[in-house]
């Protein structure tokens, strides 16, 4: 059995403890290591370089981040290691660097980002990348994506030897531009967790906006929520009553276990 105490146990800083106007932007080591200092968990976004390297980010695009007007995916690993995020001293990292900073000392919570605007991603590579560099890692992880193939992709490859739990992330898909590509039946299906998506995970990690006190118990039935992200404190008492966990960006969260 799949061991899951982990996921209640630490508030996850949602792309580490991160400020971009300042020393750790959002996916940076710092902002990771900021948060496992904390005494917090740290949520990633992991994507794939152009030549196949397990990268932590989060757009599609430089230029949010990076000033740089250039699409992520057409990027090489070396040079996205050698850009700058937030003209702080901090680049892009590799998911290789930041596992090695971390070595276990808090839980890490990696999100597979694959799909874009154009569509969900169904090639397995980043999930096979991503298990790769997990065989070797030895500390509490967990993996979560939106996409229904790269969490039911995942469940496949992991082996008897592998702890770590498997989750999907899910929100009112009818509302986020980002979820145009999906039919009106797709996205409901998605949105109210309808059986047969993503059947067999291990959690579910569901947006605080859309969580309703009707999913929040269908889900707590069966397995643990996590709730993102949450930014406010009114949604800090809201996730309080309605889920397990959540992953936020308010500094009012206080971790529960002391660093």
């Not at 940076?28 to 200092?37: D, L, N, P, R, T």
């Not at 597979?112 to 990348?129: P, V």
């Not at 299906?189 to 959690?203: Q, T």
Request: hydrophobic content about 40%; charged content about 25%; some cysteine.
């Amino acid at each position: 059995m799949v061991a899951i105490d982990f996921l209640k146990e630490h508030p996850i800083a949602h792309r580490g403890y991160f400020d971009n106007a300042g020393t750790f932007p959002e996916n940076s080591v710092g902002a990771i290591m900021e948060a496992v200092s904390k005494g917090f968990a740290a949520e990633l976004d992991v994507m794939l370089s152009s030549d196949g390297e397990v990268m932590v980010f989060h757009d599609e695009s430089l230029e949010r981040m990076c000033s740089v007007r250039r699409d992520f995916s057409e990027m090489r690993s070396l040079e996205l290691q050698g850009t700058r995020l937030c003209q702080s001293g901090e680049s892009i990292p590799t998911l290789a660097r930041v596992l090695s900073f971390v070595q276990g000392r808090r839980p890490l919570i990696i999100e597979l980002k694959s799909f874009n605007r154009q569509g969900i991603d169904t090639n397995g590579r980043l999930e096979r990348k991503v298990v790769e560099l997990l065989s070797t890692y030895n500390g509490p992880v967990a993996l979560k994506s939106f996409n229904p193939f790269t969490v039911t992709e995942l469940l496949r490859l992991r082996t008897g030897a592998d702890r770590w739990p498997v989750g999907f992330i899910s929100c009112n898909h009818r509302k986020d531009p980002d979820f145009a590509f999906l039919s009106p039946d797709e996205a409901e299906g998605l949105s109210k967790l309808r059986e047969g998506v993503a059947p067999d995970c291990d959690f579910i990690s569901y947006n605080i906006n859309d969580l309703t006190e009707e999913i929040s118990l269908k889900v707590r039935a069966r397995m643990p929520l996590m709730v993102w992200t949450v930014r406010t404190e009114e949604q800090f008492k809201k996730a309080s009553q309605l889920a397990d966990n959540i992953v936020f960006e308010w500094h009012g969260v206080q971790p529960k276990v002391p660093a």
